[in-house]
């Protein structure tokens, strides 16, 4: 398979004044500017409501986390319930942070039909502080996230309107993800696959929802989830919601038409195979799984550019391994599930911060 790496730094410079986003789904509520006034066919709602965060059909950012630590345990057989293995090794994380690439097309837009074709690509690189060892080093389990974590990715948006109030979206998406590099790369054997179908309703200018069912690796391991959206525009068009539950929820302050400001938090998170402790009959995948309360500002450059800035906290929702069958499958444990994990690792908390630049839709 082949991959790409864009590398390049940048800077996002705020204005002197506040003036005036990756695989549970999507933002479907985002899509291109389509024409619905065609008054000789038949009348369909748009995927849009007032005043949402412009769509980001190309975007680049970077993102680091602050000083954290780490601590691995030994290859073994926990149960599910398990808070601590038995420690291997600790380290300090100087730094966790990467590139992050998005691009999402429009294939077709008309006012009966939407669809949108796109890839994604996320580097998470790890430096290393300092790293006092507590026990055997012979996992090497540091050793193979130092190498990095890659995740690139194809996905799929489908907006199907069913009359003037009511549509249809549905999302698909194949990641593959691991600490991978593209001299070495990973077998598509390991792509992991995500889905979800909504149905809802656009009653109005000013608000949307919409409820489904996803399958997701948002919070590291495969699971099947409830989903609902709900993008709101107040009367007034300075305050609303944009929530796509549990993946993220966020409340949108709008200054004026070339700033805004997002509160809220996302669940992010990918299943990521380690090929240094994977053999011929067993693969280890690193569940990762993060939930991160931020604060985002939206601002326009110049044109349809527009820039953003991210702080908040990263908590750990999860960072444990399971060893999976060679061929690549991959298996259901969902939230009560009694299938024993391989490794509890710990990771705590960390600030971060991520800027970046987009080519939104006009």
Not at 126 to 151: A, C, F, H, M, W
Not at 173 to 193: K, T
Not at 298 to 318: A, H, P, T
């Amino acid at each position: 398979m082949r991959y790409f790496f864009l590398l390049c730094l940048f800077w996002f410079q705020n204005s002197n004044s506040f003036a005036q986003q990756d695989s549970i789904v999507e933002d479907f509520s985002e899509y291109d500017n389509v024409t619905y006034t065609d008054t000789k066919s038949k009348v369909f709602c748009s995927p849009k409501i007032f005043d949402l965060s412009p769509q980001r059909f190309v975007s680049l950012a970077f993102d680091a986390q602050l000083p954290h630590s780490l601590s691995v345990s030994e290859i073994g057989n926990y149960l599910p319930n398990s808070k601590e293995g038995i420690i291997n090794e600790k380290a300090n994380l100087n730094y966790v942070g990467g590139i992050r690439l998005y691009a999402n097309i429009p294939v077709i837009s008309k006012n009966s039909i939407v669809w949108q074709v796109g890839l994604n690509y996320w580097d998470v690189n790890y430096q290393v502080k300092n790293r006092p060892l507590t026990g055997s080093s012979s996992n090497l389990s540091i050793d193979e996230i130092q190498k990095g974590l890659t995740t690139a990715g194809l996905h799929s948006t489908l907006y199907k309107p069913l009359n003037e109030k009511q549509f249809i979206l549905l999302q698909v998406s194949a990641d593959l993800n691991g600490n991978y590099s593209i001299a070495n790369p990973q077998s598509l054997n390991y792509l992991r696959y995500s889905a979800a179908l909504l149905w809802g309703k656009r009653p109005s200018d000013r608000k949307q929802w919409a409820i489904g069912i996803s399958r997701t690796y948002r919070v590291g391991e495969m699971n099947y989830i409830p989903v609902f959206m709900y993008n709101w525009t107040s009367p007034s068009r300075k305050w609303g919601t944009e929530i796509l539950f549990p993946a993220r929820a966020h409340v949108r302050k709008k200054f004026n038409p070339s700033n805004l400001m997002l509160i809220g938090y996302e669940l992010e998170g990918q299943t990521y195979r380690l090929n240094g402790m994977s053999d011929q009959n067993r693969s280890l995948e690193l569940r990762r799984g993060e939930l991160r309360f931020r604060t985002e500002f939206q601002k326009k450059l110049f044109g349809f550019i527009w820039g953003s800035m991210q702080v908040g906290y990263r908590n750990n929702y999860s960072y444990k391994a399971d060893y999976l069958n060679n061929n690549g499958s991959d298996f259901y444990r969902g939230f009560f599930g009694k299938q024993n994990y391989a490794m509890i690792n710990n990771l705590t908390g960390a600030m971060y911060f991520q800027v970046g630049i987009h080519l939104v839709s006009p």
